[in-house]
């Protein structure tokens, strides 16, 4: 991508997965970044954390580059990226970091990564803030929706930004221009031709997806990032609160609730095996009031049964919690018992359970995917019911396809959705059962207690009831 080392205020690349955006981008900037002294911020929507962001993309490349004398270990910080040059590489996000974006000075280039999720308020916020003379945006994106702010901003108004900004590049890029693509993008992208043809198009095309009505999900599946807090009581306090706090000097009716009670319930973990060339995939979420929160995936191609078990560690948490599978694979099930998740066990099914586990996730106000379950976000656009050819209804039936990250979610909250699903049972949205909701109140206020007790003691009897309560157990 020789425009990159070209001046010009906006360098755009856009398409499908796999066409080396990002790469090239980030070693564009290392190159740069060792010629000459040189501020450079890295944004993106939403990062809560440095992990979220290119920072590490960038540290690999600066290995695989041999720029080390440039780079050395000393100036790669956990937040901040520096050469010898003087050259700054900073990252932010752009939705929840406002005050800190607009205060920033001296931006020579700025990139945004994953552009297509920036909302126009970001772009609002963002463009102003990159006023040095010879500053430069240069955005990386997937195409989603023909309404996004990004694709509308560049694509669909490109004339209008390269009339007014000469010297401006605005390029599509695909897997065909990435001559190192890795055999298991390759097998992912080989997948999803085979198996439809649309989503293909979308995901590693370029094309952007076209809202259906007939999309499982549709109106429900919100990208969005979040950090559950399981010790935060329904009440909105801590239980550090609860513990001696204000809670622990006030009435039960000033603080609003008579005992702790997260307000998080979870985390649940739900697998999907792969049969021949289809993914494997564990899903790990959270319910909190009436919503439902996807945290992490994985989701990967012909994994080997020896190799599940390490990378079923990519999910954190799921050796040490309870995990559902589907029940089709009884001789994985038992294999991954043996080999450090006892906890995992086959998921019920019954005649019509497929529809009842899809009424149950419908029923929550929301669903929220966290934006690093990319995978999880394309199934929520690219699951659909079958449509009639003729008069374009929308029919009951569901596609097969698209639907292995769906799959592991209603796995994973089966014991909720078989008790919303029993006879003479009815359940005002997608809560826990009575009884096992009054057991886990009890547990809860059972690890309280006994935190509180070692809390006097204080050291090591303090760290072990607290970590009895964050397990449930």
């Not at 963002?126 to 989603?144: A, C, D, Q």
């Not at 809560?431 to 009890?442: G, I, T």
Request: contains cysteine; neutral net charge; glycine residues 6%.
């Amino acid at each position: 991508m020789e425009f990159l080392f070209m001046p010009s205020r906006y360098k755009v690349a856009y398409g499908g997965r796999g066409g080396i955006k990002s790469w090239s981008f980030a070693r564009a900037l290392l190159i740069k970044g060792a010629r000459s002294c040189i501020r450079v911020l890295c944004a993106r929507e939403f990062q809560n954390s440095i992990k979220e962001s290119v920072h590490r993309l960038l540290q690999d490349q600066v290995e695989l580059m041999g720029l080390s004398d440039y780079y050395p270990s000393s100036l790669i910080l956990s937040t901040e990226i520096h050469s010898v040059t003087g050259t700054e590489f900073v990252f932010a996000g752009i939705r929840n970091n406002v005050t800190k974006i607009k205060s920033m000075e001296g931006i020579d280039i700025c990139w945004i990564e994953e552009a297509e999720k920036v909302s126009e308020n970001s772009w609002s916020v963002l463009i102003p803030t990159i006023r040095k003379s010879g500053s430069e945006l240069w955005v990386s994106f997937n195409p989603h929706e023909e309404r996004d702010p990004t694709y509308k901003k560049f694509i669909t108004n490109r004339e209008a930004v390269l009339k007014e900004f000469p010297g401006s590049v605005i390029i599509e890029t695909s897997w065909r221009d990435n001559p190192w693509l890795p055999k298991e993008l390759e097998a992912e992208k080989d997948y999803l031709a085979r198996v439809d043809k649309d989503a293909y198009d979308h995901v590693w095309g370029g094309q952007v997806q076209k809202r259906s009505s007939s999309q499982v999900m549709r109106g429900k599946c919100f990208l969005e990032a979040f950090v559950p807090r399981p010790d935060e009581c329904s009440c909105g306090h801590s239980l550090t609160d609860h513990l001696n706090g204000p809670c622990a000097s006030l009435t039960p009716a000033l603080c609003g609730c008579r005992k702790f009670i997260s307000s998080w319930n979870g985390p649940y973990y739900g697998a999907d095996w792969g049969f021949a060339a289809d993914p494997a995939v564990l899903v790990k979420k959270w319910i909190r009031e009436n919503v439902l929160y996807i945290e992490e995936e994985f989701w990967g191609i012909g994994v080997e049964l020896d190799d599940l078990s390490k990378k079923f560690d990519a999910v954190s948490g799921a050796r040490e919690h309870a995990v559902r599978a589907d029940n089709a694979r009884p001789e994985t099930i038992s294999y991954l018992q043996r080999h450090g998740y006892p906890q995992l066990t086959a998921a019920s099914k019954w005649p019509g359970s497929v529809e009842d586990g899809i009424s149950f996730l419908r029923s929550f106000e929301k669903i929220v995917i966290h934006p690093r379950c990319i995978h999880m976000d394309e199934e929520s656009r690219t699951y659909k019911h079958k449509v009639d050819q003729l008069t374009g209804d929308i029919l009951p039936d569901i596609i097969d396809k698209n639907n292995h990250c769906w799959d592991a979610v209603r796995y994973g909250l089966e014991p909720l959705i078989s008790a919303r699903s029993a006879p003479g049972l009815f359940f005002a949205g997608p809560s826990l059962a009575p009884k096992a909701q009054e057991r886990k109140a009890e547990k809860e206020v059972s690890c309280v207690l006994a935190y509180r007790d070692h809390a006097i003691k204080g050291g090591r009897d303090r760290d072990v009831a607290m970590n009895r309560w964050l397990r449930g157990d």
